[in-house]
């Protein structure tokens, strides 16, 4: 199945700014009853993802699974969920997956220190571009932190000088990721960030929740950054309280191909006593709306209603003899001193 060209790719044929869009109406803010408020979470959960898929317009493919009542996920909605689809910011969830792998055969610690050249800064998303000098030190748990809490371009760098672009495309594959990779360049420390499936990208989550993808130190590592409530707060996790955003796990991806705009989110969504209630994938391109990278952009829009909508199906969810648990800390706010 034929998939959009890269951004780079996009940019070299002229075609950015002159690409057919598929025009959308803007999402609503909170999902509207349309007398569904009685139906079952898996069909509510579908009603509304049709309803916020023909606003946003575009093309999408998606993948969510919702556990049932002996507490396994079973699939309850699949929109194309194995077309491959270059993942963009998405995709750092597999960098970050092949890092931690490294270290997990004690090939590489979180206490390791890499400098921060001042010729390997990436603009766009992120923070140490906006630094303005360089030459730190930096562990790799710092840079893990800066790419899965605010997306940090840099940080992907970073993570090339420790796994190169060929042994994280090795570490995916014994992983069981068949189409999740990520682009090798002439050097071998850089890459682009590839493509990935609904069905790949959510199964990495599943597993990462679960505490089977890597150790359980490891996975419990990337999730207590991936639930922290500094993160991405436009999609899913808008309109949440604090507590409710602490309960959720995403990642966000955006960016343009010859189709259009492109707006991801995926995550897991956790019950009340902490077990992986619910994962979901939405990959969305040919959007409108190319340069609007904010919550006002119609598919980041439908992600916000669809977090409402899914989020309150689980969200009284006990699940007994779940694999494993995972709890964040709640927030506490502290003034110095």
């Excluded at 079952?40 to 575009?58: D, H, L, S, T």
């Excluded at 491959?84 to 997956?97: D, E, F, M, N």
């Excluded at 992986?276 to 190319?290: M, Q, R, S």
Aim: charged share 20%; glycine share 10%; with cysteine.
């Amino acid at each position: 199945m034929a998939k959009g060209m890269s951004r780079r790719s996009a940019l070299a044929a002229g075609a950015g700014a002159t690409a057919a869009l598929v025009a959308g109406g803007t999402a609503a803010a909170a999902p509207a009853d349309y007398g569904i408020a009685e139906l079952p979470p898996a069909e509510k959960i579908r009603n509304v993802y049709a309803r916020q898929k023909a606003k946003a317009g575009g093309v999408w493919y998606s993948n969510v699974r919702r556990v049932d009542a002996a507490g396994t996920l079973q699939h309850v909605l699949e929109d194309d969920a194995d077309h491959v689809v270059h993942g963009y910011s998405v995709q750092k969830l597999a960098v970050a997956t092949a890092v931690m792998d490294k270290i997990d055969r004690g090939q590489l610690t979180l206490g390791t220190k890499l400098d921060l050249q001042a010729d390997i800064i990436l603009g766009g998303t992120g923070i140490y571009f906006l630094h303005t000098v360089w030459g730190d030190d930096i562990t790799v748990a710092n840079f893990l932190t800066a790419m899965l809490l605010v997306s940090d371009n840099t940080a992907v760098r970073m993570c090339g000088r420790v796994v190169p672009a060929l042994e994280v495309n090795d570490i995916l594959a014994a992983k069981g990721f068949v189409k999740t990779r990520v682009e090798p360049v002439a050097n071998p420390n850089r890459f682009f960030l590839g493509v990935t499936t609904p069905h790949e990208i959510t199964d990495l989550l599943t597993r990462l929740a679960n505490k089977t993808l890597l150790s359980p130190s490891s996975c419990t590592f990337l999730l207590s950054i991936l639930r922290w409530i500094n993160g991405y707060h436009d999609g899913v996790r808008r309109n949440m309280s604090s507590e409710e955003r602490s309960r959720v796990a995403t990642k966000y991806g955006a960016d343009f191909n010859d189709l259009g705009g492109a707006r991801h989110e995926a995550g897991i969504m956790f019950a009340a006593d902490g077990a992986p209630a619910l994962v979901y994938g939405f990959f969305a391109e040919g959007l409108a709306d190319l340069d609007n990278y904010g919550a006002t952009h119609p598919a980041v829009e439908a992600h916000a209603v669809l977090g409402r909508t899914m989020f309150d199906t689980i969200k009284n969810t006990t699940v007994a003899g779940a694999r494993a648990k995972t709890v964040v800390p709640k927030f506490q706010p502290n003034d110095g001193g």
